[in-house]
């Protein structure tokens, strides 16, 4: 029995080596010199200091990634370079934290960072961009199509927004949100709860839209609004363990399909 247990315990070891990533950091020049062209080349982004209301921390959108990329690390074959975590949020400029003001220079940034992972040998570039698709998600998007047009370098872009879906939806009680709300407060309040405020929490909804087609910016006021669009008070550790299971599961598949389409995992 002892020699059969050993026997499955090195299966186990060796299976779980067989499908799993590295942080570049953790790697010498040697290492990721031979790994870059052949895994899956992740470029994180959040930012490391943006506004998230009177309740939740600055680094809430690092945070979450940083889970997030624990789980490529542990279930894919994803070489993750050192994050981005100052980017261009222009609907949050009024507070206090840390913003690239022009577009162009944060776009020139991650691209910066792309081209050097490219002139190493990488084939395929996923960007983690914990902003929405139609704020910090438009210029890492641009990135992602001169890469792919540039360098013939398979490039893909997930954005926070793709990752939620009509079953996170369901868990809300919330009339409407989308910033710092009952689902950011609730992921939270799972994975870092000493650094929530539940009683500093609060419900805005802000002014109710009814364009209905097209695309309008929104800016949230510092001097009019605590810097939230929901209803925080709702928020649960329970509710935030099942949102962040189901933006796993959709962020593994998405680089699973990634992979497929591409043989990279």
């Not at 934290?97 to 490219?118: D, L, M």
């Not at 926070?160 to 369901?170: G, K, M, N, R």
């Amino acid at each position: 029995m002892p020699v059969l247990s050993w026997l499955i315990a090195v299966l186990i070891l060796f299976s779980s080596k067989a499908n799993s990533g590295e942080y570049l950091g953790d790697l010498n020049w040697q290492q990721a010199a031979d790994l870059i062209p052949e895994y899956t080349i992740i470029i994180p982004f959040a930012a490391g200091a943006k506004e998230h209301g009177p309740h939740l921390p600055l680094s809430t959108d690092q945070i979450v990634m940083q889970d997030l990329l624990d789980q490529a690390v542990k279930h894919k074959n994803v070489l993750v370079v050192p994050p981005i975590l100052h980017g261009w949020f222009p609907a949050f400029r009024d507070y206090p934290g840390t913003e690239i003001a022009k577009a162009p220079v944060f776009q020139n940034y991650v691209e910066a960072v792309a081209e050097s992972v490219v002139k190493n040998g990488a084939k395929r570039i996923v960007f983690l961009n914990m902003g929405i698709s139609k704020a910090t998600g438009l210029p890492i998007s641009i990135v992602a199509r001169d890469i792919r047009s540039n360098h013939n370098v398979d490039t893909l872009v997930i954005s926070w927004d793709d990752l939620e879906t009509i079953e996170t939806a369901s868990i809300y009680e919330q009339e409407r949100g989308g910033h710092a709300d009952e689902g950011e407060t609730s992921i939270m309040l799972y994975l870092r709860p000493e650094l929530v405020d539940m009683q500093k929490a609060q419900k805005d909804y802000r002014k109710k839209l009814t364009q209905t087609v097209g695309y309008t910016p929104g800016k949230f006021d510092v001097e009019k609004e605590p810097g939230l669009y929901g209803d925080a008070t709702l928020a649960t550790a329970e509710k935030g363990q099942q949102i962040l299971k189901i933006m796993r599961k959709n962020w593994l598949l998405a680089l699973e399909q990634f992979g497929t389409s591409n043989k990279t995992l």
